[in-house]
């Protein structure tokens, strides 16, 4: 049993949602500080370590998944664990799975507890955002970004649009979530969450996974290494088959890459006329839902008191209930519709108790 007086925790202070979280949008988890307060009343605090692991992962590697074994580097680092460096290294060399990036990854953890200034110097808000194109980068520092996690969340996210169709695209997205965090900041002052919700829901419905997003993916994916990527396969129900009678799946691996390769570079035609999946209502409605979504926002700016903050807040999120595809989106969009027009309802009644 763990207790403060025989149990030492090496703790990552990145907060992870549970599977209620995610499998809920609303459901209210606890809090970083409360989850880290459970773990400190169970182990010994003079003996314990926190570092931000899931953190540090992203922005040295642009994947969270390192963040365990950074983990387990601290932990070797304290002394916690009765294995030799040698047997340590030995065991990633001969699971042959990312052997570079994890023997990294634990020096990265042995990082953390004998030298912390290291990890703050890559952690620092004013640092460039590593993993970020310099095109990207400039378009941000062109736009007078604020450093901090909202430039940060932006400038990644305007930089998986410009794969996702174009740098034109990119632009677009970092001048609209600039000119809401800017008329938000005239509202309600600056309020870096607020900012970093809505740049993070309006990529969310920008970036909706069609056709040739699934080829652009399938392509990362082919150009995968491992005999494991090697043998996997894609399992993929199109709507165009669907619609046609089509009612099982098609099992795509790399030989695909042909086909994946041609119908990426069509990504051109996206939402144009010419876009011979984008007919479908579903598709209509997703190509409209970003353009709502921020004429409804700036909407709701325009009319919010700075003592709407809160609900500002939770209208920004909406975007959230948005999941699943085809039937299951389609549940979920009308139910996304009815929370828009209760949020609606709600600011215009606070409003009116103003006048």
């Known amino acids: 049993m763990a207790g403060p007086d025989r149990t030492r925790a090496v703790v990552s202070t990145s907060y ?4 209620r979280e995610v499998a809920d949008p609303w459901h209210q ?27 540090l992962a992203d922005k040295l590697y642009g994947d969270e998944i390192p963040a365990n074994v950074m983990v387990l580097g601290a932990a070797w680092q304290l002394g916690l664990l009765p294995l030799s460096l040698e047997s340590l290294t030995k065991a990633f060399e001969l699971n042959k799975v990312a052997v570079k990036t994890n023997l990294e990854a634990f020096a990265w953890g042995r990082m953390a507890v004998a030298h912390p200034e290291a990890i703050e110097s890559v952690l620092d808000p004013k640092a460039p955002v590593k993993g970020i194109s310099s095109r990207i ?6 736009l007078g970004m604020p450093a901090g996690a909202y430039r940060e969340l932006a400038l990644r996210r305007a930089d998986d649009l410009a794969a996702y169709q174009n740098v034109a695209l990119a632009k677009s997205y970092l001048e609209r979530v600039e000119e809401f ?9 600056a309020d870096e969450e ?32 491992g005999a494991q990527a090697a043998k996997a396969t894609m399992l993929l129900h199109p709507p165009a088959l669907r619609t046609l009678g089509m ?8 030989s695909a890459k042909p086909a994946m390769t041609v119908l990426h570079a069509m990504r051109g035609l996206r939402g144009t006329g010419l876009d011979p999946f984008g007919r479908s209502a579903i598709r209509r409605r997703e190509r409209a839902l970003a353009a709502e ?7 709701a700016l325009a009319k919010a008191g700075a003592d709407q903050t809160g609900l500002l807040k939770r209208m920004a999120e909406l975007p959230d209930m948005i999941r699943g595809y085809e039937s299951v989106k ?20 606070a409003r009116a108790s103003l006048t």
């Open 16 to 19: 992870v949602p549970n599977g």
């Open 293 to 299: 979504y921020q004429a409804a926002m700036l909407d």
């Open 181 to 189: 965090r800017k008329r938000a900041e005239g509202v309600f002052g």
């Open 137 to 142: 980068a400039k378009l941000g520092e062109k």
């Open 194 to 225: 607020l900012a970093s919700s809505f740049a993070r829901n309006l990529y969310k419905l920008i970036a909706y996974k069609d056709e040739y997003e699934v080829a652009r993916l399938h392509l990362e994916w082919v150009g995968t290494e």
């Open 247 to 254: 009612k099982r799946k098609i099992k795509l691996d790399k």
């Open 330 to 349: 389609e549940r979920n969009l009308a139910l996304y519709d009815q929370a828009w027009a209760e949020a609606r309802a709600e600011l215009e009644a």
């Open 29 to 55: 988890g606890p809090t970083p500080d409360a989850a880290l307060d459970a773990v400190a009343r169970f182990t010994n605090p003079q003996g314990s370590f926190r570092l931000p692991a899931q953190q």
